[in-house]
T-cell receptor
């Protein structure tokens, strides 16, 4: 099956710093999403980005499908950005697809 | 707020018991997906329903079953519960059957088996 690897596994930042999170995947994908899981456990959609670049405020994401990776950029980080960031890809195993999640990057932003 | 609702938020039960988790998808979404998040296995896909029909199965135990009703809400039934079933259970919904569109996640049900 498809492998999804995220790096780094842990990241500690000072408030105001920028960061880049990476997601590598081992096969072609038709769907890639980035999520933020907040400290209360809620999964929040950040981007649906099977290819190209998107921006939403301080966050942006780029997926280079041909090279099988995606990057999530967080600029001017805030304490509320803390939590775990997951990327998930669509894998066609069998007749239908389902999201395969990476293990996540745990981000801690210190004031 | 994703528009996906799940009840209950928390559930504490004993080994050997049976529980039912409920999910209401976003208005207009025909697909419902169930995922399990545990400390050792991470986030794993369980099952996918589209407009009442089962579309795909993932790592779902035989003790677990699900269905999607005509009003499109879905229920996940967990029986003969074991300590290892303690986890956060999410449902997600999307418009399409293929999974190639955005999946929106509910707030989850935290199950604790004692």
């Amino acid at each position: 099956g498809i492998q999804v690897e995220q790096s780094p596994p842990d990241l500690i930042l000072q408030e105001g710093a920028n960061s880049t999170l990476r997601c590598n995947f081992s096969d072609s994908v038709n769907n890639l999403q980035w999520f933020h899981q907040n400290p209360w456990g809620q999964l929040i959609n950040l981007f649906y980005i099977p290819s190209g670049t998107k921006q939403n405020g301080r966050l942006s994401a780029t997926t280079v499908a041909t090279e099988r990776y995606s990057l999530l950029y967080i600029s001017s980080s805030q304490t509320t950005d803390s939590g775990v960031y997951f990327c998930a890809v669509l894998y066609y195993g069998g007749s239908q697809g389902n999201l395969i999640f990476g293990k996540g990057t745990k981000l801690s932003v210190k004031p | 707020d994703s528009g996906v609702t799940q009840t209950p938020k928390h559930l504490i039960t004993a080994t050997g018991q049976r529980v039912t988790l409920r999910c209401s998808p976003r208005s207009g979404d025909l697909s419902v997906y169930w995922y399990q998040q545990s400390l050792d296995q991470g986030l794993q896909f369980l099952i996918h329903y589209y407009n009442g029909e089962e579309r795909a199965k993932g790592n779902i135990l035989e003790r677990f079953s699900a269905q999607q009703f005509p009003d499109l809400h879905s229920e996940l039934n967990l029986s003969s519960l074991e300590l290892g079933d303690s986890a956060l259970y999410f449902c997600a919904s999307s418009v399409q059957s293929s999974g190639t569109d955005t999946q929106y996640f509910g707030p989850g049900t935290r199950l604790t088996v004692l």
